[in-house]
């Protein structure tokens, strides 16, 4: 009898320490997201974009895009995901839409800009956020103006899959 208890036990103990399929063991800041995407992929995409460039924002690092001026077009970063992705965008507050979007990670959503003339605001993707178990990548871009229908979007999301492979 105590042998069997032993065996189980031992049975248990390989089943647990055995890390479950999909589940990542990286924590956000010990993730490069200048190493997720060859820079000339996103470049090919958007001509604006000139360098690629790390910067440390608290305990995470962040990878701004930057235009001929030296000024973050495309950010791109990675943190522990929330409840839920468009929750996390929603923060962003009433001047913006947030849609979701299928197929694309366990769960996506895109924060949409309304336009707003008297500030000099067009409409545009602000934002996209994408949850993969308990990391979010997240793509901001404040200085390239697309729509969620241009083809632009579409390679957007096809680059994100490819990044997300690497979490």
């Known amino acids: 009898m105590k042998n069997s208890h032993f065996f189980f036990s031992l049975i248990l ?23 997720l995407i060859a820079p ?11 360098k ?11 990878c701004n895009y930057l235009d ?9 970063s990675v943190s522990q995901a929330g409840s839920h992705a468009r929750d996390t965008l929603s923060i962003l507050g009433p001047g913006y839409v947030i849609e979701e979007i299928a197929g694309l990670g366990d769960e996506a959503a895109v924060a949409v800009q309304q336009a707003n003339p008297k500030f000099g605001l067009q409409e545009g993707v602000a934002a996209l956020h994408i949850k993969k178990g308990p990391l979010s990548l997240n793509l901001s871009f404040p200085r390239i103006n ?22």
Not at 13 to 35: A, N, R, T, V, Y
Not at 40 to 50: A, D, G, H, T
Not at 52 to 62: C, F, L, R, S
């Open 13 to 35: 103990l390989c089943f647990f320490s055995i890390p479950q399929m999909g589940h990542c063991s990286q924590k956000p800041e010990e993730i490069d997201p200048c190493s």
């Open 40 to 50: 000339e992929k996103l470049i090919s995409i958007f001509p604006v974009l000139q």
């Open 52 to 62: 690629a460039e790390k910067q440390a924002v608290g305990p995470t690092t962040v």
């Open 68 to 76: 001929k001026f030296g000024i973050p077009a495309l950010i791109i």
């Open 146 to 167: 697309i729509q969620v229908n241009d083809p632009e979007f579409e390679k957007v999301k096809i680059l994100a899959a490819e990044m997300l492979d690497k979490l």
